[in-house]
């Protein structure tokens, strides 16, 4: 009689760590996190150029962006993924540092792609950072001739994303753009000049498709 409650006991913790075992991957297939997603949104960047011995330029913007991504969701509840971001706001302009004809502009367009890692949680939240790189464009004029740059620099962020139904979603999060430098080599009259340093904050709507 005991050997047959040990066997019927040890059948039981069987079943219940297979039946455990398939709940886990099927919430894991479940979770809509496993997805390639497109979305739009709205925030605000808060950045500044600064050019040695002149002045800083502070240029605190509305945006809007664009982004496609997708990821996927592992059993460990641990997620990857990438995506490829465009934020768009106004050309921002500067004029008269050397004299009353030359400006700094820095356009409004900036792509990045990104690298995500995050943890999906089974009340549908995904904590995630991020890390990339992100393309901007100076231009400078200098009265009598005309540069323009297209530059590369780092990006580290972090945000939150909450399912709303089976294909919508909302995310918050903030980037820092660590900038790029330009040196007397391709500009005139300014030793150094520090772009595009500082912060993005976004929130976006996303329409997912599950894998």
Known sequence: ?????LSA???AMVFSANAEEVEVAEAVSASVFSSIYAGLGIGGSFFKTTLEGLDTMKANSFIGAFVIGGGKVFQNNAYLGGEFLIDFTKNRKKMGYLNDKSNLQMKGFR??????????THHGVLGYGKFGCAWSKLSFCDGIHDYSKNK?????????E?????KFSTSIEADYNFGFKLDNKETTGIKKIQANKGWTVRALAKYNIRY
């Open 1 to 5: 009689m005991k050997k047959v409650m």
């Open 162 to 166: 909450k399912i709303f139904c089976k």
């Open 9 to 11: 006991a040890v059948c």
């Open 152 to 160: 590369t620099s780092f990006v580290l962020g972090a945000g939150a």
């Open 111 to 120: 792509p990045q792609v990104d690298v995500k890692l995050g943890y999906a």
